[in-house]
């Protein structure tokens, strides 16, 4: 069993910037593809980034690219998203996901999910 705890999520004005952590227990978190997944009101979940098993090959939906950076620590089996020039459409519930797909930029592709963290970009 795979357990995945985020943290960092909050309220921010447009233009702030929010760094989200997920910590992972219980697969050697080293061999697989870690994601960040979001889910706003009304909506369905979507890709946001991810990162390969070793960090060397990352992944971003159009919507963010430039504005996040996706990043993990093996030693500390953590991975995190830097999330900067925040805009309201960024709102959302934001899941970290584990995938065994060496690339994996959609939602179908994660097994394993954490319970999400709330962000919230006010205008």
């Known amino acids: 069993q795979v357990q995945l705890v985020e943290s960092g999520g909050g309220l921010v004005q447009a233009g702030g910037s929010l760094r989200l952590s997920c910590a992972a227990s219980g697969r050697t978190f080293s061999t697989y593809t870690m994601g960040w997944l979001r889910q706003a009101p009304g909506k369905e979940r979507e890709f946001v980034a991810a990162?390969?098993?070793?960090?060397?090959?990352?992944y971003y939906a159009d919507s963010v690219k430039g504005r996040f950076t996706i990043s993990r620590d093996n030693a500390k089996n953590t991975v995190d998203l830097q999330m900067n020039s925040l805009k309201p459409e960024d709102t959302a519930v934001y899941y970290c996901a584990t995938s065994l797909y060496l690339i994996a930029t959609t939602t179908e592709k994660y097994d394993y999910w954490g319970q999400g963290t709330q962000v919230t970009v006010s205008s």
């Open positions: 990162i390969n098993w070793s960090g060397g090959r990352t």
